[in-house]
Each structure stands twice: as C-alpha cells, then as structure tokens.
C-alpha cells in the first residue's frame, strides 16, 4: 500500500474514530460511498429536470402552438431553451456525475479494496463545485431573457453576441455552469487514477482490476486529456460574451470555426468518456449474470484504449459541411469509420462471453443485455454519418438525433437503471422488488425504440433538428410524416410513466425491501466481500487479491464463483 | 430508399442515395449476424437446471477466432465504405464541375437573400435579381453558389437536392448543384441560428426554361407572387388535426412586428 493511502487512514482514522454527525455524515461527507451517491442523486434529480424538458418539447412538436398539460405554451425561444439545456443536462449533469463521478465513486474503493479515495478533501470539493454548477445552470433558467437556446454546441457568433441570441445573462451563465462542472471532474478524475493506481489492494495486479473500473480510468483520462481546449475555449467565449473581445467573431478578426475546433476536440472524446463506464459496468453485469468469465480481458481492455486513442483524431466528422476544407473531410472520414474497429471488436468479445453460460435474466442482466442490443443499433448507424457524403444529407437532421440517442440512451439511462439495480443492494443493503424492476424494464425499453425509431424514417425525410413547427415547412407537414412525431411524442409519455414504476420500487425497496446478504448476485469482485451496506472505511482488515474478478464456473470448483480475496487451497 | 420518403431533384442526390443503398445493406448484414448471434446465446445458453456454465478464458488462438474472423471482414467492409465514400464526396464536395449559372445566397437572422445572376450569368453586374425567400433556378442547369451569412452561422440546406452547406459569416463558401426535376422545394435553415431559427425557411422552384424567364419578368415588373408565401399559405395547415388558429402561434406576430 502506498504511503497516500497510510496517510489518509491515518487521518481518517484520527478524525471519524466517534459516530459523525448527521452534517457530517450525509451533507460534508469525506466517505467516497456518500459522495457517490450525492453526485448520483443530484444527477437523478437533474435526469427528471433534462426528462421534462424532452416531454415539454416532443408535445410541442406533436401538437403545434398548444398548451402543453404541465409546462404550458412553448414559444420557439422557448423551444430552442429548452432542446439546448436538454442535451446539456442529460450529457453533463447526467450522464457524467452518475456514471463517472457516482459510480465512479462508490465502487472503485470498494472494488479495488481500499478504505477510501486517495483524496477524501479533493472529493468532497469537486461534489460542491459540481452541486454549485448545476445550481448555476438552474438559475440561468431565471435570469432575464431565459435560459441560453443556442444548442449545446454553442457556436459563436450565435452564443458570443446577445443581440443575435437575445440572452444575455443566460448564456453567460450556461457557459459559467459548464465550465464549473469541468473543474469539478478534473478534481474527480485526478482522485479517480491516482486511487486506482495507488492504493489497490495487496495482490492485485493490473490485470486484475475489473473491467468496471478500468474503463471509468481510462474515460477520465481521456476527459482529462480532452477537456484543455475546451476550458481554454470557453475563457475566450466568456470574454467574448462579456468583456467584448472578438475571438470568435469574423468582424474583429477571430474565427467561428476555432471554437467548433476547439469544443469538438473535447466532445468526440467526450462520447466515449461517457460510453466507457457503461460498457465496463455492463462487462461486470453479464459475466455474473451468464457466470462466464470475460472473453478475453485483455482484449477488451486493449480496445478500449484503442477507442480512447482514436477518439482524439474522429472530431471534425462534427463538421463536414461546416465551412472546413473538404479534403480535408477526407481524412476524418478515414478514422471515423476505423473506430468501428476496435469497438466491433469490444462488441463481439461481449457478445463471446454470453457463449456456454448459464444465463439468468434478472433485472440487473436485462438492463446490460438492453444495453448491449441498443448500442448495436446506436453503433451501426453512426457509419453513416462517419461516411461524409451521406453526411451531407443527414448532418443535423433526425437521423443524426435518432442516432446518438441510439448510443446516449443506452449509455446515461439504461446503463444508470443497470448499474443501480445491480449496485443496489449493496448500497442500501436491501433487495429490489424483481417483478417491479422487469416492468420497469420492458416498460422503458419498448417505448425507448417506439421513441427513435420514428426518428430514423423522419430524418430520412429531411427534417432538420432543432426546429420548433415543422408545419411551416410543407414538404414535412404531410399527414404520414406528422403521425410519426405524434407516435413518438406519445412513446415517450408512455415511457416517462413507467418511470413512476422505477420511483416506487426504488423507495420502497430502500426502506422496506428484503434485507440483502453480502453476495447476493454471488460475484466476484471485492464489494461483495463485505457487509451491505459497507461500513465506514469499508473493510475491517484489508483484503488480499488472488487472481482475476471474472473466475466464473471454474472446472473442478464446487460453486461456479470464486471471490477474488479467497486464498487458494494449499 | 430516400427517394421514399423525399424526391430526389438534383443530380447528385442519387449518388447520395445510392451510396446510403449500399451502406445499409452491409449495415444491415452486421446488424442481423450480430443481434442474430445475440438472440440465439441468449436462448441456447439461458440458465438451467444442472447445467454448469463452461470456462473460456478467450485468449487461445482456437476460442479468439471467432471474434477475430469477423473482425477481419469488419475491416474490408470499413476499407470499401471509406474507399466508395471518398468518391462521391470527392464529387460532390471537393471539385466544382464548369457552371452553367450564378447564385449568391445570403442568411441573416431570420431570412434569405438570393441573388440572381440573370441572363449574363455573372453576379454583380446590373442585371442581377434579388429576392426574399424565393430562391428561381433552371432546370439541367449546373448552378455555382457563393454562400453568405450577415451574422451567425445558417446552413443552406435543400433536402430534395441532398445538398446542405454551412454559411459562416466573414467567408464566403462555394458549391454547386444541378437541379433534375422541376417543382418546388422547401429550403430550410439547418444550423441553430436563435429565436427564429424555425421558421427560416424558403422556397427553392426548378423552373423550366420558359418558365424561369416569365418569373424573372414577373420579379421585374413587381406581379410575381411569391412561391414560398403561396405554399405555406395552401399547404401549412394540411394535419386535419391542428385547427388554424393553433398553428398560428404568438411568433409569427412577433416576428411579424420586427419586419
């Protein structure tokens, strides 16, 4: 064990040795387990706000210029407020402090063996950055003008100039609440990679961290990597914004494409910082759920850096018709469509793991195998739009929105409900209610594909994003075309009521649920060593590792798991 | 398969189209092999009672083949949609074919502005023709347009002719397109540009020959009616659902106030 680690027991130690107080437990907390779930609860709670803008727009589309029941009328600066701070939220206020920063949080310690991150203080800080981001992008709702409605991407001159997006203060503050919300996951993913490779338990070797964790490493560091530009990006859009320099303005001599440079440099990247820690999730679900181990590991993990790495070469497929040159379109071509290289490969080991197992469909394994038949989709279709010239035709349509809902979708929420139905009882130290969660399941997952499917033929037909009536346009106002935005609209009302399911049984589950043993998916890795749910600093005495989370039905074993931490018999 | 769900009116829109063709249909191979072989393991090796689950590490030659085999397929189909792709990009894109005719496109928050070379076919001499949202091109004519924009980013987007380009300000870009069919197009914006993106919409009509100078004629005299105020009028409150004064939203009066 490093000296770091020593030093922080020791610290700990001397501070939380009496029972904390409530505000020390549960509001400032250093216990990586409580900062895990405050992220995943803020990013919950910002899930039901991103869900309700989606329902408040997809009613505007279905019926035009009417009252939506709940929000009421949507104007189309309205409309462009929110489809704008609908994708900001569910990318970074969503899927990034659930998956990275929550899980993140609540399962490397335990999964790597060790009390606590490396830097308790530095968690606790970048949960308060991250919890004053979002408040920041709540208030810029409020401000005079309304929420910033110049879409996530943000291009100037459109987000620099408030005479053209006629928000002042909005974009402004949707500007400041992104950039905090980087500086709150730099803080993470420092702690993240200097925990997992400081402080792993006696024993275990790199190859014998699961997959889960690796991939929550290697998306931060492909964040960290990334994300320079953009923040140095955004300070020059904000002086823009505010103080009136022209970096990204043609009339002072700056360029509307450097920034497009600059925030798709950081946001193919960023793709993948959210897809990684799903699919390790997902890794560790279908191995315990078929009770395979892995095929191959090392590919896997092999992939996954190839992944990371050529998403740094992929971004200006963002921008094909964007004003670049267009030879140069050419070579992004060429390592867009070589990305589906090492991820076909991912996908194939994945599906390789299912092969000769004994596979049990609980809820937990419904999510992960949903995942797994979604991103196939979301995947395959992302070579269109990998291939330039039909680009050119689909670039900001429908077919782009179905498409990246096809692999988002997947990611943030099925891989959110995965990750919290199999964590669960560890965390609560309860069982969910099965019957509730397999409803819950099918319930969001049809609808899910009623929802972007549509989204697909609509973009096939030309209608372009971000556009708030298309009965204006009459090539798109046909009758048939209008039925599929009104079959979609209704599928995602169907599927945000099925959500009250998840509410219910989560609940009740937390309080009154079958209390949960130790290891009741009978898995590997080291959290299910432990009592649910965990005690403050984990474990009594720290484990020793053995061999590799993913020895599933190993011949010549009476049972068919064999904890990572069980010496083996002399 | 786009042709479908929307005419294809240029002379490049098929090639689009048929390289959209040949790409799902090595797509769709993967995606049925694949989520075939999903299906199948799913219902071949869910639990049952006895049975044990069997132990592959997936790291022998013998286990690694099969997900090695396809991935070597993966890669030629990759070198073969690269390879078609560039072609018709290079096409389309890349190279500007010799031009018939003359356009200038200009966006600006909410509207567009066409030139028309008129009959010399050269912009800025004293025949051009400018209109407001209608947009006049002849027909088997290879059209060069120099693309504009007053403030933020638009995007020139035709859907019919699959042709769709990013108009940024301080730069004028070049293209082209050959319209194929005569009739009459919607032209959109396609580039979030603020409050009224969504309905910075116009009308793009294929004229004849005939036809396009009797417009022309019209635009000069002043009777021409214009196309785009004509189609939204007749055609924007087809959905027998919506009654008219819903579709009519409080914008179009706002936006009637500022113009």
């Known amino acids: 064990m490093s000296q770091a680690t020593t030093a922080v027991q020791k610290e700990q130690h001397s501070e939380h040795h009496q029972e904390l107080s409530f505000l020390y437990k549960y509001i400032l907390p250093l216990d990586h387990k409580i900062i895990g779930m405050q992220y995943i609860f803020t990013g919950l709670i910002m899930a039901v706000i991103g869900g309700y803008f989606a329902y408040a727009f997809r009613m505007q589309l279905a019926f035009p210029g009417e009252i939506v029941p709940l929000y009421g009328l949507v104007g189309p600066g309205e409309y462009n407020m929110l489809v704008t701070n609908h994708g900001t939220i569910m990318i970074f206020w969503v899927a990034m402090p659930v998956l990275i920063a929550g899980f993140g949080n609540y399962i490397i310690p335990l999964m790597i063996g060790c009390d606590d991150m490396v830097f308790p203080r530095l968690n606790r800080l970048s949960y308060q950055i991250f919890l004053a981001s979002a408040l920041v992008l709540i208030l810029s709702f409020f401000v005079k003008g309304g929420g910033f409605g110049g879409a996530w991407t943000a291009y100037p001159p459109l987000s620099s100039v408030a005479e053209y997006s006629l928000t002042d203060w909005g974009s402004s503050l949707w500007l400041l609440a992104v950039a905090l919300e980087f500086v709150s996951f730099l803080l993470g993913g420092i702690n993240f990679i200097t925990t997992t490779m400081n402080s792993r338990a006696p024993g275990m070797k790199m190859m014998d961290i699961p997959i889960a964790v690796w991939f929550i490493v290697i998306a931060v560091i492909l964040f960290m990597a990334s994300v320079g530009p953009l923040i140095a990006g955004a300070v020059m859009l904000f002086m823009d914004q505010r103080i009136g320099t022209s970096f990204f303005l043609p009339s002072g001599g700056g360029d509307p494409l450097l920034w497009q440079h600059l925030f798709w440099f950081f946001g193919h990247p960023e793709v993948y910082v959210v897809l990684l820690p799903t699919m390790g999730i997902v890794a560790d679900i279908i191995t315990v759920f078929a009770r395979k181990k892995l095929f191959g590991y090392r590919t896997v993990l092999y992939t996954a850096f190839a992944t990371g790495g050529l998403s740094f070469v992929v971004w200006a497929h963002h921008q094909f018709i964007a004003g670049i040159d267009p030879r140069m379109a050419n070579v992004f071509v060429v390592t867009t469509v070589l990305i589906s290289i090492p991820l076909a490969e991912m996908m194939f080991c994945y599906i390789a793991t299912l092969y000769g197992g004994s596979i049990q469909f609980t809820t937990p394994m419904l999510w992960g195998l949903g995942f797994l038949a979604a991103f196939l989709i979301g995947g395959v279709t992302g070579i269109y739009l990998g291939a330039s010239a039909i680009d050119v035709y689909f670039h900001d349509s429908y077919f782009v929105i179905a498409h990246f809902h096809y692999t988002f979708f997947p990611i943030t929420i099925i891989g959110m409900f995965a990750a919290l139905t199999y964590w669960f009882p560890k965390m609560f130290g309860r069982m969910m209610n099965e019957t509730l969660g397999k409803i819950h399941f099918w319930g969001t997952f049809i609808p899910f594909n009623c929802l972007f499917l549509p989204l697909f033929l609509l973009g096939l037909a030309g209608q372009n994003r971000r556009v708030y009536n298309f009965l204006n346009y009459p090539d798109l106002a046909r009758q048939e075309l209008h039925d599929l935005r009104v079959f979609a609209t209704m599928s995602l009302v169907v599927m945000l009521l099925f959500q009250f399911v998840f509410i219910y049984n989560f609940f009740v589950s937390m309080f009154f649920g079958k209390k949960a043993p130790n290891n009741p998916w009978e898995a590997n890795s080291l959290e299910w060593s432990i009592p649910s749910p965990p005690p403050h600093g984990n474990f009594k005495t720290l484990p020793s590792v053995y061999r590799g989370p993913y020895e599933y039905s190993v011949p010549g074993r009476e049972s068919d798991y064999w904890p990572q931490n069980e010496p083996p018999k002399k | ?259």
């Open chain 2, 1 to 259: 398969m786009i042709e479908f769900f929307i005419e294809n009116a240029s002379s490049f829109a098929s090639d689009i189209d048929n390289l959209f063709e040949v790409v799902t249909w090595i797509i769709g191979f993967w995606f049925f092999v694949t989520f075939g072989t999903f299906v199948y393991l799913l219902i071949r090796f869910r639990r049952k009672k006895g049975v044990k689950a069997q132990y592959v590490a997936g790291e022998k030659h013998s286990e690694t083949k099969w997900t090695h085999y396809p991935h070597y397929a993966v890669i030629a189909f990759d070198v073969a949609i690269i390879a078609l792709n560039i072609f018709v990009w290079v096409d389309i894109k890349q190279t500007l074919p010799p031009r018939d005719n003359m356009i200038r496109v200009i966006g600006q928050q909410w509207s567009w502005t066409f030139v028309h070379a008129g009959p010399d076919g050269e912009l800025d001499t004293s025949d051009d023709i400018a209109t407001a949202n209608d947009l006049h091109v002849k027909v088997d004519n290879t059209y060069h347009f120099e693309l504009q924009s007053r403030d933020v980013l638009h995007n020139f987007s035709v859907p019919a002719f699959r042709l769709r380009q990013d108009a940024v300000p301080g730069r004028t870009i070049n293209g082209w397109f050959k319209p194929t069919k005569t009739g009459t197009y919607d032209l959109q914006c396609a580039e979030m540009c603020g409050y009224g993106h969504g309905i910075m919409g116009a009308a793009i009509t294929v004229h004849t020959e005939a036809n396009f100078n009797e417009t022309m004629d019209q635009i000069k005299k002043g009777t021409y009616e214009s196309h785009y105020q004509k189609r939204r009028g007749t055609k924007t409150e087809a959905p027998s659902k919506i009654s008219k004064e819903n579709s009519k939203s409080t914008f179009t009066d706002v936006l009637a106030s500022i113009f």
